[in-house]
């Protein structure tokens, strides 16, 4: 099974930067979407970012678009999410999922990461 490992999170003032990492384990192929989903309390999860290792591309939520970019490295299995100008809205806590039948990003993803909490002052 893949097994997936978010950290980076941490207290960050607004306009501050933080960069989460997601490592991976057990991949069958570097072909992969990589999710990356929030909760805030009291709120549903949603997503924000979506990296397909396969052409590099990637996708953003409205509301993180332009502020934050999604990215990653195959040698070190590892993902990113890079996340600039933050806001106090951006505060939750913070998944990375995969994805390797469809290589699409979805809530119903079949691998999930603890979360890493993120947490942006005013």
């Known amino acids: 099974d893949v097994q997936l490992q978010a950290s980076g999170g941490g207290l960050v003032q607004t306009g501050g930067s933080l960069r989460l990492s997601c490592a991976a384990s057990?991949?069958?192929?570097?072909?992969?979407?990589i999710g990356w989903f929030r909760q805030a309390p009291g709120k549903e999860r949603e997503g924000v970012a979506c990296f397909s290792s396969s052409d590099g591309s990637a996708y953003y939520a409205g509301s993180v678009k332009g502020r934050f970019t999604a990215s990653g490295d195959m040698d070190k299995k590892t993902f990113y999410l890079q996340m600039n100008s933050l806001k106090p809205d951006d505060t939750a806590v913070y998944y990375c999922a995969a994805d390797q039948r469809y290589k699409h990003c979805y809530p119903g993803m079949d691998y999930w990461g603890k979360g890493t909490q993120v947490t942006v002052s005013s």
């Open positions: 057990g991949l069958r192929s570097d072909d992969v979407a």
